[in-house]
């Protein structure tokens, strides 16, 4: 076997480990706290952080703006990330803009990725009109996800339990 074709299969075999990895953290990250648990202890203040209301009426407007502004770089899979300050209006006024990326899987999507005090804001506006919005307080380790006003969820990451896994039970998972 070259050199090349081992590099080639320890590439794979450690990328087929990190998406399971992902996927492992995914299912546990499920398994946290959800709704009915959580919601009784879930802050007024983070609540009201996830309403959408203001969001859902500022997507065209965040559209119009965002897509105009000047692509810093585009991923191979056609990411585009615009500078930080393009969407610091449409965040509230003591927020930290960390990131604004348009997506298109299907529906073009601009994020906003912003910090108020210890609290972390995701916020995908999706061109269709649909807006999710997810909240997360690094204090208490609550999240709140609201997607439309369709669904919204609560967490305690506090409750997540991490899992760890070894290349023969990984393999177990795949056969």
Same mark, same amino acid.
Do not use: H
């Given at each position: 076997?070259?050199? @090349?074709?081992?590099?080639?299969?320890?590439?794979?075999?450690?990328?087929?480990?990190?998406?399971?990895?992902?996927?492992?953290?995914?299912?546990?990250? =499920?398994?946290?706290? +959800?709704?009915?648990?959580?919601?009784?202890?879930?802050?007024?203040? $983070?609540?009201?952080?996830?309403?959408?209301?203001?969001? &859902?009426?500022?997507? /065209?407007?965040?559209?119009?703006?965002?897509?105009?502004?000047?692509?810093?770089?585009?991923?191979?899979?056609?990411?585009?990330?615009?500078?930080?300050?393009?969407?610091?209006?449409?965040?509230?006024? =003591?927020?930290?803009?960390?990131?604004?990326?348009?997506?298109?899987?299907?529906?073009?999507?601009? +994020?906003?990725?912003?910090?108020?005090?210890?609290? @972390?804001?995701?916020?995908? #506006?999706?061109?269709?009109? &649909?807006?999710?919005?997810?909240?997360?307080? @690094?204090?208490?380790?609550?999240?709140? /996800?609201?997607?439309? =006003?369709?669904?919204?969820?609560? #967490?305690? /990451?506090?409750?997540?339990?991490?899992?760890? @896994?070894?290349?023969? =039970?990984? &393999?177990? $998972?795949?056969?």
């Amino acid at each position: 076997m070259s050199k @090349r074709s081992f590099k080639i299969i320890i590439g794979c075999t450690i990328g087929i480990i990190l998406i399971l990895t992902c996927y492992i953290f995914y299912v546990q990250g =499920n398994k946290a706290t +959800s709704t009915s648990d959580a919601i009784v202890n879930i802050p007024d203040d $983070l609540k009201k952080l996830a309403d959408i209301q203001n969001e &859902k009426k500022m997507t /065209s407007q965040i559209f119009d703006c965002i897509a105009k502004q000047p692509t810093l770089k585009v991923t191979e899979r056609g990411m585009k990330t615009y500078d930080n300050e393009s969407a610091k209006k449409f965040t509230p006024p =003591n927020s930290e803009v960390s990131e604004v990326l348009m997506t298109n899987f299907g529906i073009p999507c601009i +994020s906003i990725d912003y910090d108020v005090d210890n609290i @972390r804001v995701i916020v995908d #506006y999706f061109k269709d009109g &649909k807006v999710s919005k997810t909240v997360y307080d @690094r204090e208490s380790g609550y999240i709140v /996800s609201n997607f439309n =006003n369709e669904e919204c969820k609560y #967490y305690n /990451s506090n409750d997540v339990t991490e899992t760890e @896994r070894w290349p023969e =039970n990984i &393999k177990k $998972l795949i056969d």
